[in-house]
């Protein structure tokens, strides 16, 4: 089995999404199939430093990056447009990643006239909240380009029960497959000390800290954080709250007023993109995990809190119910004043949010392994070839 993975961009400042994308990637090659993944060198303002227009390999996975050109919110890019046009037909299945995005319009029209099935991953970008921002722009681009060629998809693969939900009112043709992301396992075996995160941002040590890990965007919730924590910081002064994420779309000062504003920006800290050793450092060094999002997909990072054994927090808007049914964290409505109580109760039971974030790594570790759900998305793509085999017959 073949199969070509496009995404418009992996750049690390477009956080989860990219992430998930390439770790779902190297997956596949470890089951042995062939994976392909083909991009865009775009990383927010800048551009990736990546060779362009050949095949790069990362543990076996081949990755090719092309160049682009873009305006406002738009991505696009010629020579992969022809790329695709050109080598479609050499694969069995194709799988794109987002909407709304004019990169993945050439890969439908490819697909269709080429003859070769194709899978769709919103990656939440279908959830209410996500329509309804920029609304006009979007309804425009769906109704006269994306929506038919969402229709003569193979698929739609969903990342969780809440997105499913939501995808199925808007009656869309294609068969929902709902297959949510994961974790490498042995990232969590043992975490790096926490002294490298401390010793870096030498303000956090001697303090319990509240990570927030993720995008500074509008959808973050980071607004409703700031008023829980203003009050959590209030009662229990020794909290400094990390915000660990790239602003790649210039809401950072509008976060710091908000802090500012609140009496409380001296015990926040903003650490920008962390990757690699220092994000897991951040993990080991953090008390509580917090994700106050108004909409997900379905949240790495999230993922990467519970697999470290911290006590979580997330809102219903992250979509991941499971957690919420286990009992292995507090997931809450979206606002604020459900989001103070929940930090107020693990700083006040904090053997019992140690015992929920133990038995939330367990919970990652034995149901959302990437291996496991690799497994899973093989018999997806081999069920929509099997289907668009019988239909061109």
Known sequence: ????????????????????????????????????????TANGDTELNVPKLNWTEDEGLRIQYFPYFSWGDYKFSFILTQWLYAHVKDYHIVHTNAVFSLLNLPVYWACQQKKVPYLITPRGMLEPWALSYKANKKKLFSNFLEKPAINKAGGIQVLATPEKNSVKTLNLKPPLFLIPNGIFAKKFESLPPASLFLEKFPETKDRKLILFLGRIDPKKGLDLLSSAFAKVNQQFPNTHLVIAG????????????????????????????????????????????IAPSYSEGFSMSILEGM??????????????????????????????????????????????????????????????TWNTIAIKLIEVYGSIIENHSKQIR
């Open 307 to 368: 697999s470290s054994g911290l006590p979580c927090i997330f809102t219903t808007a992250c979509n991941f119910p499971e957690a919420q049914e286990a009992q292995v964290a507090k997931v809450v409505e979206v606002n604020q004043e459900e989001i103070t109580e929940a930090l107020l109760w693990c700083l006040s039971n904090e053997e019992e949010a140690k015992e929920m974030g133990q038995k939330a790594r367990q919970f990652i570790l034995e149901n959302y």
């Open 1 to 40: 089995m073949r199969i070509l993975v496009v995404i418009p961009a992996i750049g690390s400042v477009y956080g989860g999404p990219s992430k998930s994308v390439i770790e779902l990637a190297k997956s596949l090659v470890k089951q042995g199939i062939n994976v392909d993944l083909v991009t865009t």
């Open 246 to 289: 790239p602003d790649n779309v210039g809401y950072l000062p509008t976060v710091k007023n908000h802090f500012r504003d609140l009496g409380c920006l001296d015990a926040v800290t903003f650490t920008g993109m962390l990757t690699g050793e220092m994000k897991y450092s951040a993990l080991s060094a953090a008390s509580i995990y």
